[in-house]
């Protein structure tokens, strides 16, 4: 008895706040919001751990937070995974249920760890679109790049669904929606459905066909920067890519030309 109540306690790292809503978009993905705690700082593009109280033991993935670092809620967007550790129950939450979240946000993909630059490329693939959610909400990135590029692949159509929403909403929203009007890009490409623009974002970036769709110029360290959020395939190719053209890899005590992360959840 004393190890079943153990595991309801909430751990001293971690809130628990109230889900308020949550949206299912296919078999594969869900988006939920809960509550912030008043006290819970994070910079835009940060990732914190998640939660949930009552399993066998307390268990905790970090996940991108899809919201900008003013707003009053926190938003995510998560995978969902049959026999995943987390996602398996997560995706079952409901409005009114308890999540935990961490109190310690961290991560890479933050303006802060990029040098000023002209143009900001926001390369996504799946549910590595969640940190790009929260940036394109922030008027500093566009204060800090003059055009912003967030380009999302994946399999299907039906996964484009969440990044057309976010990108709606940061164009009609009071704080930055002037802005990203003038200045935000959406670019989309499917891998294994007919769409306008075909292939990986590697592929579409060596061939030239993602600046021609942008009728733009090719990647310069001059003037680019470049954050990038998928699947580790992904991050390493990219990365690969970028270095191979002369961007250099930053940190928020080094800021660089590119920087690189995702969510860890369960794969
Ligand atoms: P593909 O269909 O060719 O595998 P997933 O849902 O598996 O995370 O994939 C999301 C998108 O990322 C898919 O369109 C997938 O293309 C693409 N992708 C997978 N691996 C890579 C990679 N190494 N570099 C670039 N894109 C990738």
């Known amino acids: 008895m004393a190890d079943q109540a153990s595991i309801n306690v909430i751990p001293n790292n ?17 988006a939920f919001t809960c509550e912030r705690p008043p006290s819970f700082r994070f910079r835009s593009g ?12 307390p268990l905790m993935r970090a996940y991108s937070i899809a919201s900008p670092a003013w707003d009053e809620e926190l938003a995510f967007y998560s995978i969902k995974v049959a026999d995943g550790p987390l996602t398996s129950r997560l995706q079952h939450i409901q409005a009114g249920d308890q999540i935990l979240i961490g109190r310690k ?26 940190p790009f959610a929260s ?3 922030d008027p500093d990135t566009y204060e800090r790049f003059s055009e912003v ?22 164009k009609s929203d009071p704080l930055v929606g002037e802005a990203a009007s003038a200045q935000l ?35 310069d360290p001059a003037g680019d920067r470049i954050m990038i959020c998928g699947s580790s395939a ?8 970028a270095l191979a053209r002369h961007f250099a890899e930053g940190a928020v005590s080094d800021p660089g030309d590119f920087v690189i992360e995702r969510a860890f959840v369960d794969k």
């Open 234 to 241: 992904m991050l390493a190719d990219l990365k690969a890519l």
């Open 185 to 219: 890009r959406h670019i989309t490409s499917l891998t294994r459905e007919p769409h306008r623009l075909e292939g990986r974002i590697t592929d579409l970036i060596e061939s030239g066909a993602l600046f021609d769709a942008l009728n733009g110029e090719r990647l």
């Open 105 to 130: 946000p961290t991560g890479t993909l933050v303006l802060d760890a990029l040098k000023p630059g002209r143009r900001l490329f926001l390369l996504s693939t799946g549910t590595g679109i969640a």
């Open 46 to 57: 940060e990732f914190v751990m998640i939660g949930l109280l009552g399993g066998e033991r």
């Open 149 to 170: 590029v967030l380009t999302h692949t994946c399999r299907t159509a039906a996964e484009l669904a969440y990044g057309e929403e976010i990108i709606a909403a940061a």
């Open 14 to 30: 971690a809130f628990a706040v109230t889900v308020r809503n949550v949206r299912h978009y296919t078999d594969r993905l869900f």
């Open 135 to 137: 940036l394109i909400r």
